[in-house]
């Protein structure tokens, strides 16, 4: 153990920038936190801004210094929205709204796009990975996976994304990696 958050969370997502990772949103037991925190060393925190709904179950990427936080789940209710964080400025705002609510999602660049794979949709299981333009909210298909998941551990390497286990709605230890076209 190498430090203490400043309250306990769970359900929250972690972006780096640099040297420097950001902590959005999650439950601390009593409720959804609106916070996004900001460490470079796992000890001392700083408060970078408010979101502008608090959500858990999120998906996020970084695109320079703007995170994007995608869907998620807001007291109890999957959200549509798209919020973005200037992680210099600290402003928050929701950037767009996707077409449909979504919370378990992975999110993630490769090629110079931002993608969206899986995730829930109500009690559904989504298999499709779809582009996003983070700005309009707007989803164009441009994969499915092998099956519907949500809640995968994702992790880029070069120019692969790992989508790692997850549930639909058991439990899964699949692998699936995803390649850029070209």
Same mark, same amino acid.
């Given at each position: 153990? $190498?430090g =203490? %958050?400043?309250?306990?969370?769970s359900?929250a997502? +972690?972006?780096a920038? #640099?040297? &420097? /990772? @950001? !902590?959005? *949103?999650?439950?601390?037991?009593?409720?959804?936190?609106?916070?996004?925190?900001?460490?470079?060393?796992?000890?001392?925190?700083?408060? $970078?801004? =408010? %979101?502008?709904?608090?959500?858990?179950?999120?998906? +996020?990427?970084?695109? #320079?210094? &703007? /995170? @994007? !936080?995608? *869907?998620?789940?807001?007291?109890?209710?999957?959200?549509?929205?798209?919020?973005?964080?200037?992680?210099?400025?600290?402003?928050?705002?929701?950037?767009?709204?996707?077409?449909v609510?979504?919370?378990?999602?992975?999110?993630?660049?490769?090629?110079?796009?931002?993608?969206?794979?899986?995730g829930?949709?109500?009690a559904?299981?989504?298999?499709?990975?779809?582009?996003?333009?983070?700005?309009?909210?707007?989803?164009?298909?441009?994969?499915l996976?092998?099956?519907?998941?949500?809640?995968?551990?994702?992790?880029?390497?070069?120019?692969?994304?790992y989508?790692?286990?997850?549930?639909?709605?058991a439990?899964?230890?699949?692998?699936?990696?995803?390649?850029?076209?070209?």
């Amino acid at each position: 153990i $190498v430090g =203490q %958050l400043p309250e306990p969370r769970s359900g929250a997502v +972690a972006v780096a920038i #640099g040297s &420097t /990772i @950001y !902590l959005l *949103g999650g439950n601390d037991g009593s409720g959804d936190i609106p916070s996004v925190l900001s460490t470079t060393d796992g000890k001392t925190f700083h408060v $970078v801004g =408010q %979101l502008k709904v608090a959500v858990q179950e999120a998906g +996020a990427v970084a695109i #320079g210094s &703007t /995170i @994007y !936080l995608i *869907g998620g789940v807001s007291n109890g209710v999957q959200t549509a929205d798209i919020q973005s964080v200037n992680v210099t400025t600290g402003a928050t705002a929701i950037a767009g709204r996707l077409p449909v609510s979504l919370s378990g999602e992975s999110v993630f660049s490769l090629g110079g796009a931002v993608f969206v794979a899986g995730g829930r949709s109500g009690a559904s299981y989504r298999n499709q990975i779809d582009s996003l333009n983070p700005a309009t909210g707007a989803l164009a298909r441009s994969a499915l996976l092998p099956e519907g998941l949500a809640a995968a551990a994702t992790a880029r390497v070069g120019t692969s994304v790992y989508l790692v286990g997850g549930e639909n709605p058991a439990q899964l230890k699949t692998v699936i990696r995803i390649t850029a076209a070209g």
